[in-house]
């Protein structure tokens, strides 16, 4: 029988639209002969909808149209079932719109890859794919991830954070500690992706500037010293904590010749995208695969990357991004990507592996993962409340603060 696949993509998320472009990807790679495949959108407002018009990219160039012409479902555990139920079912309609075997969220950003989805799905006991709700919010929080790259004795660049808000009150002692950097610094909110609200600053001026936009999209506020003259090399790893190997590396780089890679440089094909381009996500990056390296270049950042994936406890596909010293040849990590565009897809391809059987792990290694728990202890039977009183439950109350 085939495995009933749901693929979750949207959210609100700054990201929204770039997780419709992979999850796209995702879907029309998936062996239709193994699988039957549920695009479930999450929508700006976290309703869910479902419907085979979800399957066709071209449906997408008015979101609100389509979306009236979805259904909006919600999604329960019944009966060691994961079931899909319409929202406002019709009188003479199915109560039932199908079951979920195994979900695969593509979801970029924040309320999807930083944990909240992979929390629903543990609420459902369905397997998922790709990071656990640990793995994934120390993945998209870039201070907690840093400081476990930190504490792991792995390479990162001189940063600091601060809560956005602090600027109001402490604009000198921030300002301060960027000086110690010594300029130019980027400036990052905490918790987004795809270049969204990072720049650079080279003066007090700009910093401030830049330390507002970023502000926008996080409470939690990074900043780091550049590495420049700067190299951006890219590694993808496939697996989870018992096994994990790399791929081929990539070095990226700006199409539009800024410092930095931007959203439009990686969607957008720096602004002068085609609709295909457009389709490809971070596919149509300008790249050069594999990464013009030596032999033992190449090693240490596979190296690196495989032990970045362990320490932050992740599984499924990521991309871990690593900043090289062009001069010196140091390598930095800089950040891993728990769902990257388009699931690195083409990293793989680079390898001989190709993005079906990428799908194809990433549904085996969710399914390993819940044949694991299955054997694990989670709770126990105690008597506890046998013992508790009502006299109890009345003193248990305590005082009001």
């Not at 018009?53 to 979805?70: A, G, P, R, T, V």
């Not at 979900?103 to 950003?109: K, L, N, S």
Request: glycine fraction near 6%; charge should be negative; aromatic fraction near 8%.
């Amino acid at each position: 029988m085939k495995l009933n696949i749901a693929v979750f993509f949207g959210g609100e998320s700054v990201e929204h639209e770039v997780s419709i472009i992979s999850a796209h990807q995702a879907i029309e790679a998936l062996d239709k002969n193994k699988y039957n495949v549920i695009p479930v959108y999450v929508s700006k407002e976290r309703k869910l909808y479902v419907s085979d018009l979800l399957k066709d990219m071209s449906n997408y160039k008015d979101l609100k149209h389509l979306i009236s012409q979805c259904t909006q479902v919600s999604i329960t555990s019944e009966d060691n079932r994961v079931v899909i139920r319409p929202v406002k079912p019709s009188l003479f309609g199915p109560k039932e719109l199908g079951t979920i075997d195994v979900a695969i969220p593509v979801m970029h950003g924040t309320n999807g890859e930083d944990g909240t989805i992979q929390g629903f799905f543990e609420m459902l006991k369905v397997p998922y794919a790709g990071c656990d709700l640990y793995g994934a919010a120390i993945g998209q929080d870039k201070v907690l991830q840093k400081n476990v790259l930190n504490d792991n004795n792995l390479p990162i660049t001189n940063w600091f954070w601060v809560y956005g808000a602090e600027m109001d009150t402490h604009q000198s002692e921030i300002l301060d500690k960027v000086h110690r950097l010594i300029y130019p610094v980027i400036i990052k909110p905490a918790r987004t992706g795809s270049s969204v609200g990072i720049s650079i600053a080279h003066n007090d001026e700009e910093y401030l500037a830049c330390f507002d936009e970023a502000r926008q999209y996080d409470e939690k506020i990074i900043t780091e010293k550049v590495v420049k003259p700067m190299r951006e090399i890219n590694c993808s790893v496939v697996g989870d904590s018992y096994s994990c190997v790399a791929s081929v590396l990539e070095e990226v780089s700006s199409v539009s010749q800024d410092e930095l890679l931007s959203f439009s440089d990686k969607y957008l094909g720096g602004g002068k995208s085609t609709k295909s381009e457009g389709s490809k996500g971070m596919a149509s990056t300008a790249r050069i695969v594999p990464a013009p390296l030596t032999d033992e270049q190449t090693r240490l950042i596979q190296q690196l990357a495989k032990e970045t994936f362990r320490v932050l406890g992740t599984s499924g596909v990521c991309r871990i991004d690593f900043l090289m010293d062009a001069d010196t040849k140091k390598v930095y990590v800089n950040e891993i990507n728990t769902i990257p565009g388009s699931l690195a897809f083409y990293l793989w391809q680079a390898a001989g592996v190709s993005f079906s059987e990428l799908m194809d792990k990433l549904v085996e290694l969710a399914l390993d993962r819940e044949r694991r728990r299955s054997k694990m202890t989670f709770s126990y039977e105690t008597n506890i409340l046998s013992n508790f009183s009502a006299s109890s439950a009345k003193g248990s109350k305590g005082s009001k603060m």
